[in-house]
């Protein structure tokens, strides 16, 4: 059972605390200030939160550098309406997010 | 049946959003709803073949799936299930029974987004007013590309209760123990074609390990903006953990030769 319990729990930190790779760190900041500018970490990890809890319910995740901005600014409309997100803050930052880590 | 075949019709010609991105008939996905999505979904599975005996089983489901905000959620589903089978010759039985189960799911991590997307479920059911089920499910899953492979462990614990005497009773128990494995290739936006592998355990706290039984077969899922309709046919392999319980090649008592699968899923 002890070993079980520590198969488990590896599992899941390989799923849970291995940093993500979607997940913006200090070092792409520089990058990602350059797609957006004045973007702060702060907010781009507020943006990939909001990416995460939004936008994987019907379709897995697409990776950001899948599209360039003007890509996303095609798909964005009608996606952000599936996601039912209103306010207008988040929109605001999942937008950046998506933005800041294009291709 | 018809019922069913008739709502679903009747939702798909007013429904025009899409469903959740489920893959496969059996095998669960790491996926949640987004907070105030609300899914539905009917399911059908057919179980046929026991030796030296007539048996088809009809399961059917309706599900209801809400998704809670914060990678959580919940659904409840209400569930029929008939066992058609012969007892003689030229005599079969037909039993009915109804049940209601409730589920919960919550995502760790991503399956994109992180290096193993994970879950964890677990489920509730009453079947027939005697018969209580827990289901726990550890789910794994991971995207690369167009591919997709899950996993799933699956720990379950059946109990049944019997009034006697104005006392319940608890006779039976039983805690299955099962393995899920999965694999999907996306082709494109609309079609997938993948298989899925069960290894079903059974372990009785009286005879302990009983039997280790493969099942794997096809699954297709064609989805679109507003459906998805996903197929799974899935015959029994043979059984790999043999004992005086279980002598054979393939347990053909217990379960069954080969079971079918079909769902369809349109969103709210």
């Known amino acids: ?103 | 049946m018809k019922r069913i075949v008739i709502i679903t019709v009747a939702v798909f010609s007013f429904l025009l959003s899409h469903a959740q991105d489920r893959n496969f008939a059996r095998t669960y996905q790491t996926n949640v709803l987004s907070k105030g999505a609300i899914d539905l979904e009917f399911w059908h599975t057919s179980r046929f073949g026991h030796s030296g005996q007539y048996f088809h089983a009809q399961d059917q489901r309706i599900e209801v799936e809400f998704g809670l905000g914060k990678n959580w959620q919940t659904a409840f589903y209400f569930n029929r299930y008939q066992e058609r089978y012969s007892t003689s010759l030229n005599g079969t039985t037909t039993s009915n029974e109804i049940g209601f189960s409730n589920e919960w799911k919550v995502k760790l991590s991503d399956p994109v987004a992180n290096k193993l997307g994970v879950a964890l479920y677990s489920e509730w059911s009453i079947k027939g007013g005697d018969e209580l089920e827990l289901e726990t499910k550890l789910i794994l899953d991971k995207v690369i590309g167009k591919n997709l492979f899950a996993f799933n462990g699956v720990y379950e614990l059946e109990k049944e209760f019997e009034w006697v005497n104005g006392r319940l009773n608890s006779d039976g128990s039983e805690m299955p123990l099962e393995f899920d494995l999965a694999y999907m290739y996306n082709a494109n936006k609309k079609f997938g074609i993948g298989f899925e592998l069960r290894n079903h355990n059974k372990i009785g706290k009286v005879n302990g390990w009983e039997h280790s039984v493969l099942f794997g077969g096809p699954t297709i899922n064609f989805r679109s903006n507003r459906w998805f309709v996903i197929a799974n046919y899935l015959p029994q392999w043979g059984n790999v953990y043999k004992t005086d319980i279980a002598p054979g090649n393939k347990v053909l008592d217990e379960l069954e030769r080969a079971e079918a699968r079909i769902l369809v899923g349109i969103s709210l």
């Not at chain 1, 488990?8 to 990058?31: D, F, H, M, R, Y």
């Not at chain 1, 781009?44 to 019907?58: D, E, I, M, P, V």
Request: a positive charge.
């Open chain 1, 1 to 103: 059972m002890k070993k079980v319990l520590l198969i488990l729990n590896c599992i899941i930190s390989i799923g849970c605390a291995t940093v993500s790779n979607l997940k913006p760190n200090e070092k792409q900041l520089p990058i990602m200030q350059r797609k957006v500018p004045g973007i702060s970490l702060e907010e781009a990890r507020q943006g990939f939160k909001l990416y995460k809890f939004n936008c994987a319910g019907c379709h897995n995740l697409h990776k950001p550098d899948a599209y360039s901005i003007s890509g996303w600014e095609k798909v964005l409309p009608e996606m952000l309406g599936k996601a039912k997100l209103s306010s207008e803050k988040d929109i605001q930052a999942l937008k950046n997010y998506l933005f800041a880590k294009s291709k």
